[in-house]
């Protein structure tokens, strides 16, 4: 065989969401800086908006992260203290957080085979106290939000979306977090839209729940600053809008550039049995998916694991290697034996628009060698 050439492959490269625009950046910075320009000002607004435009929904609410965007889109639709909401515990504790802070009770449930939130496990967890589904648009990918939907009109839940990883994600046409009654996104720095710090956003294309969410992520404060509701100090910096309105001009390309990464590991990959890969780009017309995560089942995962970082390689575990309801302190009772056996096998490749095809390929050819040595590293 012939022998790899060794590089460092990182599993995200946190500088180079700084350095790789450092110039056009510190202009934004020092544009909002000298204006002073820094709590609900006009490039909030203006990113708001062409975000708005971008997803086709009617409102986009900029907020400090997208766990306070859950909990006040849960709080805007009058979620609260007695009722359940069903969540995949193959998400980050947040979506769960979320639901526990609006004062419901989480609910965990399945996922199938595209690790995200099992429909047949959504129906099977209804109770008469249940009053919203919330699936995580989990690693770029939409659920299949026609089951979803129609188990919700059946029963009469709202929905409510996790798609903190899924900003430009679609089913069907339609973007991640505009099929229910809101939605969440996260533009944490390693999130596909990263800013340089803590932010996101919430979307909804109905007005009443709009109007809620400006109340209560600004201390209860209604236009005239007469405080009518509880509220909570949950803005997004006007600074790190200004950037994420920069960086959305060129969202288009950094997603194509994922999709391309999801492709060369498909073609690299896509013949090892030990592996099982995300859908393809395009595998599936109902489908575009964003890529925020390339999450892969894997034989002997944690010898893989070891075997990759000993050549450069970084990889991850999503949430510490555990569903939400293996967490025992938080104190759920729930078994799910999928998840559970999921948890086991799942990997996180290296996935973000600065990797090369050359890091791809090395990364591909590593995991191959692991699996044609038989292993042994
Ligand atoms: C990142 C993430 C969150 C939390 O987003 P923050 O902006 O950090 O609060 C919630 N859910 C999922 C699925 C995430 O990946």
């Known amino acids: 065989m012939q022998t790899i050439t060794r590089k460092t492959v990182p599993f995200f490269d946190y500088p180079k969401v700084f350095t790789s625009q450092e110039a056009e950046l510190l202009a934004v910075i020092t544009d909002v800086g000298r204006r002073g320009a820094f709590i609900l000002q006009r490039d909030l607004a203006q990113f708001e908006e062409n975000l708005a435009r971008y997803l086709g929904v009617k409102y986009v609410v900029g907020v400090a992260n997208a766990t306070d965007g ?42 199938g085979a595209d690790h995200l939130i099992d429909p047949a496990a959504v129906e099977a967890a209804i109770t008469p106290r249940t009053k919203a589904i919330l699936p995580t648009q ?51 720095p390693a999130k596909t839209l990263g800013c340089l ?47 994420l309105d920069f960086k959305l001009k060129q969202y288009d390309q950094v997603v194509a550039r994922r999709r391309e990464i999801a492709s060369l590991y498909q073609e ?5 049995p030990q592996l099982r890969l995300p859908p393809a780009p395009d595998s599936d017309p109902d489908h575009f998916d ?7 089942e894997a034989e002997d995962r944690d010898a893989l694991r070891a075997y990759l970082r000993e050549r450069g390689i970084g990889t991850l575990i999503q949430w510490g290697g555990k569903a939400v309801h293996q967490f025992p302190k938080l104190g759920f009772t729930q078994r799910l034996p999928y998840i559970e056996s999921l948890f086991t096998r799942l990997l996180l490749l290296p996935m973000h628009a600065f990797l ?14 692991f699996y044609l040595s038989g292993g042994q590293g």
Not at 86 to 104: E, L, P
Not at 149 to 165: N, R, S, Y
Request: glycine share 12%.
């Open 70 to 111: 859950l909990l006040l889109a849960l709080r805007a639709a009058g979620i609260g203290p007695g009722d359940e909401v069903i969540f995949c515990s193959h998400t980050m504790v947040a979506t769960a957080a979320a639901i526990h802070f609006s004062g419901a009770t989480p609910v965990p449930v399945e996922c």
């Open 356 to 369: 090369t095809d050359d890091d791809v390929a090395y990364v591909s050819d590593c995991i191959r060698e």
């Open 290 to 296: 964003v890529f925020q995560n390339y999450e892969i």
């Open 197 to 243: 710090g803590d932010g996101g956003c919430v979307m909804t294309n109905d007005p009443a729940v709009y109007d809620k969410l400006l109340l209560l992520h600004d201390h209860g404060r209604d236009a005239s600053g007469e405080v009518v509701v509880w509220g909570l100090n949950s803005r997004l910096d006007n600074l790190q809008a200004a950037i």
């Open 268 to 272: 690299r990959l896509g013949d090892l």
């Open 138 to 188: 989990l690693n770029g990918r939409t659920a299949n939000m026609a089951a979803l939907g129609a188990i919700a009109e059946k029963h009469g839940l709202m929905i409510v979306e996790d798609a903190a990883q899924a900003l430009g994600s679609r089913f069907r046409g339609k973007a991640a977090g505009t099929f229910g009654v809101a939605g969440a996104v996260s533009f944490y």
